[in-house]
């Protein structure tokens, strides 16, 4: 007996737990459900004006600008009224100075004018005096060498000759006063003296011819052919001074015209500076060009740039601001509309005229009725897509304000659903789902199905199942 219940302990408890583990578990499912079944989306927008007017300081010269006084940010305003003004000491000092500089380019170039006139005049007159210079210096070389040279040498002999005859009329008057006094034994003092002044006329005249004969030699073998030389040399620049006259007077009345030209024109560009900087003068004052309200900085698909210094949103007194750059925009605040950056998901979602509900950000209890406007299919950035929405004009909403957009993109009331989790599919274009019938041993059926919509893990079934239907949660096993 002490065997039998020792053997059969353990049978006893291997047996019921073999059975427990073999006992079959119903498949899970889910039942396929009927009613309401929508899809929203949710948006983020900003409030933007359809009528905008950006104020810049465009001009041309002066780029110095600093302001001096600015009107308010959200200020209404009226077109004319002012909007800023910019400090104008240096600019004012800067026009003074370039007032005096033209006037002056004025008297220079009427100085310039002046001398053009005086030049093209005179021109003729340069000309033939060149040309009166040019005969002169011929006739004045051809006169020395056929008359002054050949005349001074024939003086040059003639001086020569005129000494020699001086030395031998002295010696013969000497030579006859000698003989007279040798016939007399007796020779007075006076007859002394007469002989000293011969004797002494013979030597001045032996001097005379000697100086004579040098001058005669230094004349015919130096001085003449040096003055010679000279005037060949002369007549030589002479005649080049006349072919350079002649081609350097119409250059230089030329070059006198080009300066005439360049002054004008560089008075003109002087002029036309000191207009813009007039003009610029006139652009520091910035008045509205329309009625709205004053926004500092420039608007981009509703986002404000910063308009102040060091990258402020508002202006302030002694900001340096950059001419062309948009510093305000007058905003029509009763033309608006808001603008969103929607994502490449949502763009085949929406449907021009599709309404929705928009909230403030920074007011949640304030809504407004809105409708998709207008839907760009060219992205504006990576995924990113240009919507529009119409406003409720009773709304009173401010541009810039940003809101919420809550859009409902689909609704079916009887529409039959399941989660996503029970459909399947092999190829992503043909959907089914395994139909559990009967009970408690339902029998598994693959069945073929038309999906429609899907949203938070939802799934629209369009045909293939009815109300109450049971498929499984998950794929079968196979056994």
Not at 94 to 123: G, V
């Amino acid at each position: 007996m002490r065997f039998i219940v020792a053997s059969c302990w353990p049978l006893f408890l291997i047996a019921p737990a073999v059975c427990i583990a073999q006992e079959p578990q119903p498949p899970k499912t889910h039942e396929v459900e009927q009613g309401l079944f929508k899809i929203d989306i949710e948006l983020d927008g900003v409030i933007e004006s359809r009528k905008m007017i950006e104020i810049s300081i465009d001009t041309d010269s002066w780029t110095d600008l600093k302001i001096e006084s600015v009107l308010d940010q959200g200020a209404n305003v009226k077109k004319g009224d002012r909007l800023a003004t910019f400090k104008t000491d240096k600019l004012t000092s800067s026009i003074e100075e370039k007032s005096f500089e033209l006037e002056l380019a004025k008297f220079n170039l009427e100085t310039l004018q002046l001398e053009l006139s005086i030049q093209e005049r005179t021109l003729d007159l340069d000309e033939q005096l060149s040309e009166r210079s040019l005969k002169q210096a011929e006739e004045d070389f051809d006169y020395f060498k056929n008359v002054e040279r050949p005349f001074d040498e024939k003086s040059a002999h003639q001086s020569l000759k005129s000494s020699q005859w001086s030395l031998e009329n002295a010696q013969d008057e000497l030579e006859q006063l000698q003989m007279m006094y040798e016939e007399d034994e007796l020779i007075e003092a006076s007859e002394a003296i007469v002989l000293k002044r011969a004797q002494r006329g013979v030597e001045q005249a032996e001097h005379w011819l000697e100086r004579s004969q040098q001058s005669n030699q230094r004349t015919l073998e130096v001085n003449l052919p040096r003055s010679a030389e000279t005037k060949l040399e002369q007549l030589e620049r002479r005649r080049i001074e006349h072919e350079k006259s002649q081609v350097s007077l119409p250059l230089m009345l030329e070059k006198q015209r080009i300066t005439v030209q360049k002054t004008a024109f560089t008075l003109e560009r002087q002029n036309e500076s000191l207009n813009k900087l007039k003009e610029d003068l006139e652009k520091l004052t910035v008045v509205a060009p329309g009625d709205g309200v004053v926004y500092h900085g420039k608007c981009t698909r509703g986002k404000w740039n910063a308009a102040g210094g060091s990258g402020s949103r508002e202006l302030s007194v002694g900001d340096a601001v950059t001419t062309g750059k948009t510093i305000m925009t007058i905003v029509d605040s009763n033309n608006i509309f808001i603008r969103c950056d929607l994502d490449e998901k949502y763009l085949g979602m929406l449907e021009e005229g599709m309404p929705g509900r928009a909230t403030l950000v920074g007011f949640p209890d304030r809504k407004a009725v809105v409708s998709v406007e207008s839907l760009n299919y060219i992205p504006i950035a990576a995924g990113k897509f240009d919507c529009k929405f119409k406003l409720d004009q009773d709304a009173n909403l401010m541009p810039g304000l940003s809101c919420k957009i809550k859009v409902r993109t689909y609704e079916n009331p009887q529409a039959l659903t399941l989660p996503e989790s029970a459909v399947f599919t092999d190829n992503d274009e043909d959907f089914f789902v395994f139909k559990a019938n009967g009970s408690p041993d339902p029998k598994i059926e693959r069945v073929a199905i038309k999906v429609g919509k899907s949203d938070s893990g939802r799934i629209e079934v369009v045909s293939g199942l009815s109300h109450g239907d049971k498929v499984l949660q998950a794929r079968p096993t196979d056994k």
